[in-house]
């Protein structure tokens, strides 16, 4: 099992320039997240999906969109990056929350936005 | 809004010294409570967590946590730390049934040798 896995792991843009972020897991859950990661900050909830074809905001939400069009996976767009989307960017995954049941995090994606 | 609060933003120790690192959070109900562990330049694990029955709970590499539910405290403690015990540590809470977890900043904790 491969896990959680992101790509790609660095990126760069300029202002204005669109990118998509994936998210693979192999593991069935149900439910995916995107954070993203800033220093003094912890991770802020960006979209979450409970399932394929749903997706819900979350904390930071603006700027953002995302798509679970396979279970398996979960984009994370930028349509026009701003400098303040300059961050560290984790996908995480779970089984249903019920339960003990932890979330699973990939290896991030460290995006500067010029 | 709920809020997790860690007091350390910064710790250094030296070798076999004990850590402890505060974490409260700000909710009235019921939550599930975790401490992750990020290495230099890795991603999030999980050191341990917290659903429900014995508030003292135990993790990997020798690290435990005490819910204490009349201070809304999460505490995680080591008795010994060495030197790859240098990482950064996140306290979370679920307050949810979808699963959001709510992290602290982080404390980053330096183990020197």
């Known amino acids: 099992n491969a896990g959680v896995t992101q790509t790609p792991k660095f990126r760069v843009l300029k202002t204005g320039q669109s990118m998509t972020l994936l998210c693979a897991q192999d593991m069935n859950h149900e439910y995916m997240y995107w954070y993203r990661q800033d220093p003094g900050m912890g991770l802020r909830l960006i979209h979450y999906s409970v399932g394929e074809g749903t997706t819900a905001k979350g904390e930071v939400p603006d700027g953002y969109n995302v798509s679970r069009l396979k279970k398996q996976n979960f984009l994370l767009g930028l349509e026009s990056a701003a400098p303040s989307q300059t961050s560290v960017y984790f996908c995480?995954?779970?089984?249903?929350?019920?339960?003990?049941?932890?979330?699973?995090f990939g290896p991030g994606t460290r995006l500067t936005v010029l | 809004a709920q809020s997790v609060s860690q007091h350390n933003h910064h710790v250094i120790l030296s070798e076999a010294a004990s850590l402890e690192l505060g974490c409260n959070y700000s909710?009235?109900?019921?939550?599930?409570l975790f401490w992750y562990v990020q290495y230099p330049g890795q991603h999030l694990q999980l050191l341990l967590k917290?659903?429900?029955?014995?508030?003292l709970v135990k993790g990997i590499k020798g690290f435990e946590a005490e819910f204490i539910k009349s201070k809304f405290s999460f505490n995680l403690r080591k008795p010994s730390v060495q030197w790859s015990d240098t990482a950064e540590y996140f306290c979370a809470v679920i307050t949810d049934s979808w699963g959001k977890l709510q992290f602290g900043a982080g404390t980053q904790v330096v183990v020197t040798p």
């Open positions: 995480a995954s779970s089984p249903r929350p019920q339960g003990a049941n932890e979330q699973f």
């Open positions: 917290y659903f429900s029955g014995d508030p």
């Open positions: 909710y009235g109900g019921t939550v599930n």
